[in-house]
């Protein structure tokens, strides 16, 4: 396992159409995280599963944006109808419930909304 | 006024120095973590810590609870340790981590 994946790393999309990112997480690991970042700005909390729960969505997080994570492995998170505020990094992390939850991160999906 | 703040915003350094990043939070936590952000986006997880002191290799970081504050040091610097260093903290257990805005240090050779 080679850490958390996510797909894919970079979106370019006109205003109005809808994305949708994945994310692959640490097998072992049952928590998954859904956060934004834009520039120069810590990472923001979207939503937060175990296993295939959804345990928590951040009020930040309007309608347009829905995740999934069906089996509790995989997730997505789509976003219907873009808007160029949309315009970030998606990151995705995992953690075990078991041991010290120490995070690990993918390396991102970048979303540019033209 | 933020839950978890960070200072500095931006830190200078030339190699060799002896670097604090500070951390300090308003709200109870189960957990405070430290992360490496490098140019790119990718995200490494440093420290998790709810007591006392970690330390591996030139990075350690403490912790004071009853402060809420923690501090972040890089000892013997290097241009390769330039990078965003973010503060974060867990709630309650396992649920979502809230961010400071990040330290971004560069270290020059």
């Known amino acids: 396992d080679t850490g958390v994946s996510q797909d894919p790393r970079h979106k370019i999309t006109k205003r109005g159409q809808n994305v949708t990112f994945r994310c692959d997480p640490i097998?072992?690991?049952?928590?998954l995280y859904w956060y934004r970042q834009t520039l120069g700005q810590g990472p923001e909390f979207l939503t937060y599963f175990q296993n295939e729960a959804q345990l928590e969505k951040s009020r930040l997080l309007s309608d347009r944006f829905s995740a999934e994570r069906p089996k509790g492995s995989f997730s997505t998170l789509e976003i219907q109808r873009t808007e160029q505020g949309d315009s970030a990094m998606y990151l995705c992390a995992s953690s075990s419930y078991r041991g010290a939850n120490v995070l690990t991160f993918g390396a991102g999906s970048r979303l540019t909304v033209l | 006024k933020n839950e978890v703040e960070q200072s500095p915003q931006n830190l200078t350094a030339q190699e060799g120095e002896f670097i604090t990043i500070n951390c300090s939070y308003s709200v109870g936590i189960s957990a405070l973590h430290w992360l490496q952000q490098h140019p790119g986006g990718g995200i490494v997880s440093l420290f998790m810590?709810?007591?006392g002191k970690k330390k591996h290799g030139r990075l350690s970081a403490t912790i004071n609870i009853q402060e809420k504050h923690s501090s972040l040091h890089i000892t013997a610097s290097h241009p390769r340790d330039s990078a965003v260093y973010i503060c974060a903290v867990s709630q309650t257990s396992g649920s979502r981590l809230t961010f400071g805005e990040g330290t971004q240090l560069t270290v020059n050779p």
């Open positions: 810590l709810s007591s």
């Open positions: 097998s072992e690991h049952n928590r």
